[in-house]
């Protein structure tokens, strides 16, 4: 953990230069709609189209190339989905043998995205402390190392470089950023973002679902603190606390944290299908339900950039959120 206060904008930057033409440079998306809904330019950067599903991939495929040019033969992973998925494929580019471990209750889609990826899938209950330690205990037997989803530098500088991406696309359409956001799990992506618009001006806020907010609380606190994660639709955003190395970057850094609930998620993700005709899954569609939540300032000069971090979703949940009922959505979104 040397780097924890030292990581900075040049990491994402040689990150960026790493990746170019290894990941995809994604679209920035934008409605009149949406934009008429924020009372600003919205723009959204498309990382559902991402190779992998999601932007995951940028910080795996940086971390395990790092990795394999040590000259290490494979890795470990855990994660709700997308991190083990990217870190599957991130392995099988690199010739590395990769075990992911995984939840129980774990996306069907992620699990056969994994597999489909040449990894070994290794369940482990539901919470993370037991996926860290069925992790760690398969390095200590194999001497893999562990890339973990949030705590590992090379992971939060990839994950920055989409950030850094849509921040230059914004510049070059002349319309720069006023603020960016980005969902938060365990706080790589918006400690990348946070990295990658150091110096900018640019405010960088990050979107935790209601009761699953360890960032909002350890923010308050000034330190860590770690919560029971409540059921929501957006189960990449349900780790029990915020990552120690994006903590250190984030807490001085980082402009707020918007809170949003599983309705305010489902009609974020109704819009981005309906009015970008792109599919997002919830926990990427939750930065879109931040930027709105926002949306009080009405400055249509302002423009807000907005991550959607990942597109790999349940086709039964998706039918669901399409004809939302009075039902508890975290209830249909725990039993997909």
């Known amino acids: 953990m040397t780097r924890t206060v030292g990581q900075v904008r040049a990491d994402v930057e040689e990150a960026s230069r790493w990746l170019a033409g290894r990941v995809v440079r994604t679209p920035v998306l934008r409605s009149p709609v949406i934009d008429e ?5 919205v ?3 498309a990382e559902n189209l991402q190779n992998g599903g999601s932007y995951k991939m940028r910080g795996a495929l940086r971390a395990v190339g790092r990795l ?21 494929l991130a ?16 996306a069907s889609t992620k699990v056969d995205r994994a597999r489909a990826a040449g990894a070994r899938v290794v369940f482990a209950g539901t919470s993370v402390e037991e996926r860290v330690a069925v992790a760690n205990g398969l390095s200590d037997e194999s001497g893999h190392p562990v890339v973990d989803a949030y705590d590992h530098p090379d992971v939060i500088a990839g994950q920055g470089t ?4 849509l921040i230059e696309d914004a510049e070059r359409a002349g319309t720069p950023l006023d603020a960016l956001v980005v969902p938060v799990g365990g706080g790589g992506g918006v400690a990348g973002a946070c990295l990658a618009a150091a110096g ?3 405010e960088v806020y990050g979107v935790e679902p209601v009761g699953c907010d360890s960032l909002a609380r350890s923010l308050a606190a000034g330190v860590r603190v770690p919560v029971t994660p409540a059921l929501t639709i957006a189960d990449g ?3 029990s606390c915020v990552g120690e190395l994006p903590f250190a970057i984030v807490r001085d850094t980082l402009r707020g944290v918007v809170r949003v609930d599983d309705e305010e998620i489902a009609a974020a993700f109704r819009l981005i299908l309906t009015e970008l005709k792109v599919l997002a899954e919830p926990s990427g569609a939750a930065g879109l339900a931040g930027a709105l939540r926002l949306a009080p300032a009405r400055d249509r000069q302002r423009t ?5 971090t990942g597109g790999n979703v349940e086709e039964a949940l998706v039918a669901r959120l399409m004809a939302p009922r009075s039902a508890d959505l975290a209830e249909e979104g725990a039993a997909a």
Do not use: F, Y
């Not at 809904?37 to 330019?41: E, I, N, V």
């Not at 394999?68 to 599957?88: D, R």
């Open 37 to 41: 809904l924020a009372g600003a330019r």
């Open 237 to 239: 955003l349900r780790p």
């Open 162 to 165: 989409a950030s850094l991406e």
């Open 43 to 45: 723009l959204l950067k």
């Open 91 to 106: 392995a099988r580019q690199h010739g590395l043998a990769a075990t992911v471990v995984l939840p129980v209750d774990a």
């Open 200 to 202: 900018s001006g640019i």
């Open 68 to 88: 394999a040019m040590a000259g290490h033969t494979g890795v470990i992973a855990q994660s709700t989905g997308n991190h083990a998925v990217a870190v599957a």
């Open 304 to 308: 807000v950039g907005v991550v959607l």
